[in-house]
């Protein structure tokens, strides 16, 4: 029997009562042949890209610009709203229960799409000078990668594949959370991007990459759940790529966590030269070394005789620095290359010395505030201090 071709609202299981669509398995097993057809032709039109879904695709990514230029939570909110149904990240499960290749490549080429539209809004929004020298990057809690922020990812996703298989409307909001927690921190990986900072903006597309298996694998274990198990040889194919793909993406996130995270070595190239002082109040410029060992003391006394020089100044006074790092380095929120990342900082930003420092195996950190009084953790190695006035 073949799917009806004419009717946008077909008789099937999204048009049985309320009770009984709340138990979609036992509906869906004891649903006639036509029902079974008419229930998938209403999914498939449901996840189906119309022109209406990438007008509203554009929409929600010019808003984001704004939202990332002014830092406007509001209208971070209302992007996530107008967003359209994240329909893509359902077809493969749906492709695989249908089973057709054909969607199956056009939910993973809209997905595309997608995460291309958000990542030119961040794009476009890191082309905008900053006044304060350097990138501040809005919205980092996009980033945050907790226990707290993968439980969110995973609650969204399987609530909005649930109300998706009933019918219910209520599927937009959770679609519009999904968009938020899963789609939107790409943008931040286009401002990355735009500003040259290399590592950070692929550790932020493999965080994004990472969310968006968890909600394919999601998906595809409600619609299981729900009844809509892979058919036929070209369904568990299906269904079999969507998961080596999901595991695939979390795989390298996890495998690569360490070594995106760090922030890069610098070659050692011309530093900024020392201010002559007596020697009594001189400050030495903090150099990278490619001796991986022995620098670490020498970081750490370079450091302590900055900030208690031998005048009659208070030992925690705070000093000015400049970012050496031709690469720009990450604040974090404690002295660890795995914690939640503050905000970016470009070569020569400046920063005030709090005077804190940890030794975390070899690395020496030091506890800095950002001209906007953002306040992180820093290597002190890709840090050279000013003179402190005597």
Known sequence: MSLPTSETTPDGLLSIPPDRRNR?????????????????????????????????????GVILLFALIFNSHLLLFIAAIVAPLLGPVMSPA?????????????????????????????WLAGMIPRAAGYLTLPHIHLLRST??????????????????????????????????????????????????????WIATLLIVLARLGASLLTSLIVFWVAG???????????????????????????????????????????????????AASQTQTLTPTPSPLAPTATTVSIIAASVTPTHAATPDAPISASVISTNGVIVRWEPNSK????????????????????????????????????????????????TPKP
């Open 147 to 200: 226990w707290l922020e993968w439980l969110a990812v995973i609650a969204a996703s399987a609530l909005t594949a649930w109300l998706f298989l009933r019918g219910n409307e209520a599927v937009r909001l959770t679609s519009a959370l999904m968009t938020y927690l899963v789609v939107f921190p790409v943008s931040l990986a286009g401002m990355l991007y735009q500003n040259t900072l290399d590592q950070a």
């Open 228 to 278: 809509l198990v892979p058919v036929k040889v070209h369904g568990w194919l299906i269904a079999g790529l969507t998961i080596l793909l999901a595991l695939a993406a979390i795989g390298v996130f996890s495998a690569s966590k360490l070594i995106l995270t760090e922030a890069p070595p610098m070659a050692p190239k011309s530093t900024v030269p020392p201010i002559e002082t007596s």
């Open 339 to 386: 914690a939640n990342v503050v905000t970016y900082l470009n070569q020569n930003a400046e920063i005030t010395l709090l005077g804190e420092q940890q030794v975390v195996g070899t690395a020496v950190w030091e506890k800095i505030t950002t001209t906007d009084g953002e306040i992180g953790w820093v290597m002190a190695r890709y840090l050279a201090t000013a």
């Open 24 to 60: 979609i398995s036992t509906a869906y097993r004891d649903a006639t042949e036509s029902e079974r057809h008419g229930f998938l032709f209403a999914l498939t039109n449901r996840t189906f890209c119309h022109t209406e879904h990438y007008t509203w695709l554009l929409a929600s």
């Open 94 to 122: 749906l492709s695989a229960a249908t089973p057709t290749w054909s969607r199956f490549s056009r939910s993973l080429l809209n997905l595309l799409i997608t995460l291309v539209v958000y990542f030119a809004a961040g």
